[in-house]
């Protein structure tokens, strides 16, 4: 069974970077499967943030695209986020996710998650 | 922007059946998942493709489909069903939407 386990600093400051890298375990991150992040504010629903494949690809929320990177080190099995200028409204619990990559994208849907990590945006 | 309307809350007593419903304009052309999320954890799929099942997933979980609206329902509804149920579908290629979360509580 593929486990996916988010790490990164719990605390950030404002107007800082926040980074935080998903390890893929018994799963070939190469599979055609994109991987994902998405995150929950305290008490709130989820929001999607983005995706990366394999090759580079990626696709980004709208709402969020000029303040986020996404990349993948596919040697050790890690993708990563990182969230430009951060401020209180970032904070959330930040979930790692796997959905398809083949076909139609309306049949693409999150059937794995990692377990979170909450993140703090707060000086 | 594309949204899903979910209703903010649902309760039933044990036993009975939980509706809950997710509107949303282009659900009438696009599949909606559902995830169930329990306080503390990680969602999880409790429908996809409007009204499949996962393998593990209690066959009291059912979807629909009907125009722009999809409804999740849960029949003889028990203890363990009390969480935050999700729905999800896709708008242009590439963009992943959430409904607000629909908190069931099992009287």
């Known amino acids: 069974q593929a486990l996916l386990q988010e790490s990164g600093p719990g605390l950030v400051k404002p107007s800082e970077t926040l980074s935080l890298t998903c390890g893929v375990s018994?799963?070939?991150?190469?599979?055609?499967?994109?991987w994902a992040w998405i995150r929950q504010p305290p008490g709130k629903g989820l929001e999607w943030i983005g995706s990366i494949y394999h090759t580079g690809s990626t696709f980004y929320n709208p709402s969020l695209r000029s303040r986020i990177s996404m990349s993948m080190d596919t040697s050790t099995h890690q993708f990563s986020l990182n969230l430009y200028s951060v401020t209180a409204a970032d904070t959330a619990v930040y979930y790692c996710a796997r959905h398809e990559g083949t076909g139609d994208p309306q049949y693409w849907y999150f059937d794995l998650w990692g377990r979170g990590t909450l993140v703090a945006v707060s000086s | 922007s594309y949204e899903l309307t979910q209703p903010p809350s649902v309760s039933v007593s044990p036993g009975q059946t939980a509706t809950i419903t997710c509107s949303g304009d282009?659900?009438?052309?696009?599949?909606a998942y559902w995830y169930q999320q329990k306080p503390g954890q990680a969602p999880v799929v409790v429908i996809y493709?409007?009204?499949e099942r996962p393998s593990g997933i209690p066959e009291r979980f059912s979807g629909s489909s009907s125009g722009t609206i999809v409804t999740l329902t849960i029949s003889g509804v028990q203890a363990e069903d009390e969480a935050d149920y999700y729905c999800?579908?896709?708008?242009?290629?590439?963009?992943?939407?959430f409904g607000g979360g629909t908190k069931l509580t099992v009287l």
């Open positions: 999800q579908s896709v708008d242009t290629i590439g963009t992943w939407v």
């Open positions: 018994d799963f070939s991150i190469t599979s055609p499967y994109y």
């Open positions: 282009a659900l009438a052309k696009k599949h």
């Open positions: 493709k409007d009204n």
